[in-house]
């Protein structure tokens, strides 16, 4: 380290890219209190969507929305509940540029694939596409951001043109199920297709709200060839439902 960056930390502590408080002499990244507040998801939960129960008696198993509704993934899963401090730090990041927690979500999301697959496991990880309009307003693909972190620390490779967004859609936060798939119908499309044939693929994104969007996907992807799907998010909404 030279003088110069040595002069700059001793004027300006680092801050924890969570909370934004200053950092004690010699500690960096997200700080232990924000650490023990993010409420990191642990069994039990759905083996299909992997949302927590709140029950702790119980073993995994399907929830009741996943027994309702056909799933076209496989088994998605989530590192922590899209709510407080994680909630507002995935919307700094996604918002307000806070790009210096890129690495940690990305180191997060790593470790939960090693937990819940194996990186042999899959052939490609997939970004869920933004419509170009949205990529324009937004300046990034968070999705993609997240897939080029977990694909440096697996090995996967990621591909960012296997699936597109051919239209935009409007926020479905006051649709019910059935009126979100209706609205996503033709929204995505597969290419790449002669490489899709017959591949594992695990989509990412940043949060898995009502699962509608990433079980087009995963329906497109079927549907173009792939063998398998599933799903890593960051975090895993857990109300509103
Ligand atoms: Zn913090
Ligand atoms: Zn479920």
Redesign the pocket.
Known sequence: MDFQSTLFQFILPSQCPCCEEFLEEGQGGICPKCLSEIHWITPPF?T??G?PFISEEVENH??G??ITYRNYFTMARALGTYEGILQAAIHRWKYEGKTSLTPFFGEWMAEGLKRYWTPDFFDFLIPVPLHIERLRERGFNQALLLAKEISGRTGIPYRKKMLQKKKSTPPQVNLSGAEREQALRGVFQATEEEELLGKSILLVDDVYTTGATVNECSKVLLKGGAKRVDVLTLAHAVKNY
Do not use: H, K
């Open positions: 759905c299909i969507c949302i399907p929830c929305a996943c």
